[in-house]
């Protein structure tokens, strides 16, 4: 055995982390490179972000199949509570991030714990309504939300610029942590549980510690993503952290990628956030609808999204193995 | 000696009780077969030991460790583990992945290598070839032994077997039965194991406890067991209870 071999953990492939690496990489350079305009820059920045909302959500939706409506509830919990934390400027801005990810996995932990015990369509239900007594009841909540008018940080454009690689880091330590959970003893105790929840029990597998465990991680990494959100805008409001639109987006972005797969979901994202551009700019009215029919159109023909698609190019490419 | 003890056990499902005040033993390297009619009890009794629901009355204990109370991941940590009567592999991982879930999960002191030791469990139930298919692509029997695999490889002292020979051939069944008789004496695991199949069972068990209509109605060696009138009223009504003959034979054989 190579030395080298040693100091990657056992669960982590060269090859994926050569290629990690390089994306990476790519991604940090690019902006020295290419003279990105504003608008592409920020729209990257927002990309990161919402690649790695998908990733976590997909931890709980996808690996434990927890279907999760409720998910902008984290986000605009993680948000406000950042958000509240960098008025007080006491801190560099990371330690708030930090902190919203804390309050917002914590919130998930506080709903969680109860209702993860519903399975499928059940639980999904419990969430939308987590999701919407959240938004009404933030929403009322002057104190700390700044009721409908939301709330406004102090304006850094430097930071601004310079949020484009702190979304790119947040999204690599998301992206290894998926991988990171897919091959861990939790990822795979996830799996066992989202075939068969009895039969995981039996053979031990703790099922309330590990989706709880999840679902505030889950929560966590997009409570901070709410944070960083928030810093980007300089502006943060209710309707937007909170409406259903945000948590169907969620939801939407991983299964258009592939629930369940390892990066799916931030494939799923990329599509997402291009397509909505586009839908928003020609079809104001319809674009709802055509998310509908895209997702109605997954659903029935490749239930594993573009991965699915990926999955079934590559069986052709090598048609002597994958012949079923 | 006494490794695992049930004592008053009851199970009520609303007026129904599925299991009503049964106390039982199983002394270690023991092989005790549990068998009676559909619907007394047997896999009730089994999901209660497993801690899979709770006893609405009685407790279990594994020597001094009482086991009620605990969830079934920490009945399994203790040491106790069942396999399922409709076998129950996560469908969306692989034989081998199936096994290496039990190997992580298990009692604390075996989660070290899970891969390595799911491999092992592979090969010693006879799948090691198959361990990178999907289960549905396996036969019943090979489902029966990938449950059995993946229970052996939480690390158990007591092994709870639910109709694991039932519905396969006959050629199998003997096979299957080896098998069982081997997980006991190589690797010193204690078994409770439910049957259909008498004369399967009869031939590995030590002891064997009869229930019916949620009661204990007999307890001993599997020859003495087959003769009590009372069970053979349970299995074949009272008219063969009379006439004496003791259960064997293809009507033993049938599921009653």
Known sequence: MST??????????????AVFVAAAAVLHALPYVVALSPYDHNQLTLAFLFIATALA??????????????????????????????????????????????????????????????????????????????RLVLTYWQGFTGGASGLALPINAQLKYS???????????????????????LGLGLLSIKSDVEAAADVGVPVVFCQDLVLFLSGAVVGV????????????????????????????MAVIGGVGTVFGPGLGAVVFVLLRQFLIASYPQLYLGLYGLLLVLVVLFEPLGISGLIFRVARRLRPHRGAT | ????????????????????????????????????????????????????????????????????????????????????????????????????????????STRHNPRAR???????????????????????????????????????????????????NPVEAIEMTKLIRVIRDQRGISIIMIEHILAALMSVSDRVVVLDYGKKIAEGKPAEVVRDAKVITAYLGEEHAKSNGGIRGPAAEKSP
């Open chain 2, 1 to 108: 000696m006494t490794l695992l003890r049930v004592e008053n056990v009851s199970k009520s499902f609303g007026g129904l009780k599925a299991v009503d005040q049964v106390s039982l033993e199983l002394r270690k390297g023991e092989i005790l077969g549990i068998i009676g009619p559909n619907g007394a009890g047997k896999t009730t009794l089994f999901s209660i030991i497993a801690g899979s629901m709770p006893a609405s009355a009685g407790a279990v204990f594994l020597g001094e460790r009482r086991l009620s109370g605990l969830r079934a991941n920490g009945v399994v940590a203790a040491g106790v583990v069942r396999t399922h009567q409709i076998v129950r592999p996560f469908t969306n991982l692989t034989v081998l992945e199936n096994v290496t879930v039990g190997a992580m999960f298990g009692s604390p």
């Open chain 1, 4 to 17: 080298w071999r040693q100091f990657i953990p056992e669960w982590l492939s060269p090859a994926v982390l």
């Open chain 1, 225 to 252: 993503a709410g944070g960083i959100y928030a810093s980007y805008f300089s502006f943060i409001e209710p309707s937007d952290m909170f409406g259903f639109d945000r948590s169907i987006s969620f939801v939407l």
């Open chain 1, 57 to 134: 959500w997909n931890w709980i939706g996808g690996f434990a199949g927890q279907i999760s409506f409720g998910h902008a509830a984290m986000f605009g919990v993680g948000g406000f509570a950042a958000a509240r934390a960098l008025q007080m400027q006491v801190a560099p801005f990371w330690v708030p991030w930090l902190l919203g990810g804390l309050v917002a996995g914590a919130y998930g932990l506080a709903w969680g714990h109860p209702t993860l015990r519903l399975r499928g369509p059940y639980f999904s239900i419990a969430t939308i309504g987590v999701g919407e007594a959240t």
């Open chain 2, 118 to 168: 799911a491999h092992e469990e592979l090969a010693f139930v006879g799948l090691a070839e198959r361990a990178h298919h999907l289960p549905a692509g396996l036969t019943l029997v090979a489902r029966k032994r990938l449950e059995l695999a993946r229970a052996l490889a939480t690390g158990p002292k007591v092994l709870l077997l639910d109709e694991v020979i039932a519905g396969v």
């Open chain 1, 163 to 185: 949020l484009y690689w702190y979304a790119l880091y947040f999204l690599a330590l998301v992206a290894i942590a998926s991988y990171a959970i897919r091959n861990s003893r």
